[in-house]
């Protein structure tokens, strides 16, 4: 199980194995339970990184490895929206690497589609601190993607009523 200290850890291993493979600098956006450990949003523990597929090369799994067990979740199947990057905070202790954790709204989102009890008790703790209208916003971002598989969408679309009514949104 990871904690913050030692996915923090992790993260700065992998970034110095990244300057050692003379790796170009690239960014990496965290979201699920690492992000909310990252952001220091939740204190559960995770078993591993999740982060977005920004088309990485293949030379960049000899890096990725030193994270352990990680997940490189694919754009086109993951609840996101097309601005999640704007609303995205920089890690600043990694000044190598560009280290981002999405905004709490859009982690609650990307959670809707789930809602397992591990989900839900991550919603729990982050709606209390968000912005709701930011998350309604967020939600209409999502619906009006092209690009989102259609069986992702539809089942996005059948756990939102129950969203909205659980959380009064």
């Known amino acids: 199980m990871h904690s913050y ?3 923090i850890e992790e993260l700065k291993n992998m970034e110095k194995i990244a300057i050692v493979l003379g790796t170009e600098p690239f960014p990496m956006y965290f979201l699920g339970g690492s992000a909310c450990i990252l952001g220091k949003y939740t204190e559960r523990a995770t078993r591993d990184f999740d982060f977005i597929d920004l088309d990485y090369s293949a030379k960049l ?10 997940d490189i979740l ?4 993951t609840i996101l929206s097309p601005f999640f990057r704007d609303r995205a905070i920089r890690l600043e202790q990694f000044e190598y690497l560009q280290i981002f954790i999405l905004s709490k709204e859009d982690i609650i989102v990307s959670k809707i589609i789930r809602m ?3 989900d839900l008790e991550d919603i729990n703790l982050l ?3 968000s912005d709701t209208k930011l998350i309604l916003q967020i939600i209409d971002e999502v619906l009006q993607r092209k690009d989102l598989y259609e069986s992702k969408r539809n089942t996005f679309i059948e ?6 009514e659980r959380y009064n949104v």
């Open 127 to 129: 709606i209390k601190k």
């Open 74 to 77: 694919e754009y086109e199947s």
């Open 5 to 7: 200290d030692l996915m």
């Open 61 to 70: 799994g000899k890096v990725f490895r030193y994270l352990g067990d990680f």
């Open 159 to 164: 756990k939102l009523s129950v969203f909205k």
């Open 116 to 118: 397992e009890q591990k």
